[in-house]
């Protein structure tokens, strides 16, 4: 049972992040029908980004909680530009063209962004230093130190933010009104280019948050750290319907929870021929799934057919 609890925790933390990084993927998915490939290299470049100021402030004698919130602040700004410097130049070209295009450059873009990551940074492992208190909290057998719960908090904080953004602001409904027809929108005074470009920094400024809480609970940062929790996120939109904001939170959720218990049980359901070091199987396990039984996800595809 502690084994139980634990592993619902990891889960927990886990599907956190991976319901950040999804909701980037469904909401530039919702307005123009674009798989962001490039997305998980954002939530790298956010880690890499926090690791850097937290190291070259690392003397000031800051507290580690101001050291961390600073390097937030830092990846947010810097992924949040990045982000909206490539929708106008690698996306926005491509608006109108097939559909096959952007998702050519979508991959291309991703690959570039690993490699001047890695021109950067260095393509060695860089350890992030541990921030806030590690003393841990019992919870029955299982434990769990402070910066989970400030992954959790952090976390329903964010979602929370962002649904009432998209569901009770000017911005939201012009969000709403582009993704449902950006051309009727525009004669009513929404201006779609901005809506898009908007919808790209918010979705970085998500990337970005999960990137630092993953580095700071995993402890170190590298140029490619960002492709696998890229692919698993987008794993999870499409889990929970992409397009649809509570999907992809809901998919992250449940596919953090998958592969974390799958984790804690598969050696003993395979009697020892697979470890736990093959957790990365459950997520594309699941991905078939759903393609197969039910390709519109969990609640549906909120996406709606353009005039």
Not at 201 to 207: D, E, P, Q, S
């Amino acid at each position: 049972m502690d084994t139980f609890i634990q592993q619902i925790i990891n889960g927990l933390v886990l599907g956190s992040v991976y319901a950040l990084v999804a909701l980037g993927y469904t909401m530039v998915y919702g307005i123009i029908n674009l798989i962001n490939f490039a997305h998980g290299e954002v939530l790298m470049v956010g880690a890499l980004t926090s690791w850097t100021v937290v190291t070259f402030l690392a003397d000031a004698g800051l507290p580690g909680w101001l050291l961390m919130l600073i390097s937030l602040v830092a990846a947010v700004i810097v992924c949040s530009v990045l982000n909206f410097v490539i929708e106008k130049v690698a996306y926005r070209p491509l608006r109108n063209a097939p559909r096959l295009a952007p998702l050519i450059t979508a991959m291309g873009m991703s690959l570039l962004l690993q490699t001047l990551a890695m021109i950067i940074w260095k393509p060695n492992y860089k350890s992030f230093p541990l921030l806030l208190p590690r003393e841990p909290f019992h919870i029955g057998g299982a434990v769990i130190n402070t910066t989970q719960v400030v992954i959790l908090v952090v976390t329903a904080l964010a979602l929370a933010g962002l649904m009432y953004l998209v569901n009770h602001t000017r911005l939201g409904r012009a969000m709403r009104a582009t993704a449902e027809n950006p051309r009727v929108a525009a004669l009513m005074g929404v201006k779609p280019d901005m809506v898009i470009s908007a919808t790209f920094v918010i979705g970085a400024a998500l990337a970005a948050l999960a990137g630092v809480m993953y580095a700071a609970n995993y402890g170190s940062v590298q140029h490619t750290m960002g492709f696998l929790p890229g692919l698993k996120a987008f794993t999870a939109a499409v889990f929970g319907g992409i397009g649809n904001l509570a999907g992809a939170m809901l998919g992250g959720v449940l596919l953090g929870l998958i592969e974390s218990l799958g984790a804690g049980y598969i050696g003993a359901l395979t009697g020892g021929v697979l470890g736990s070091h093959y957790s990365d199987i459950f997520a594309f396990i699941v991905l078939i799934l759903v393609l197969t039984l039910r390709p519109q996800g969990l609640l549906g595809e909120r996406v709606a057919d353009r005039a």
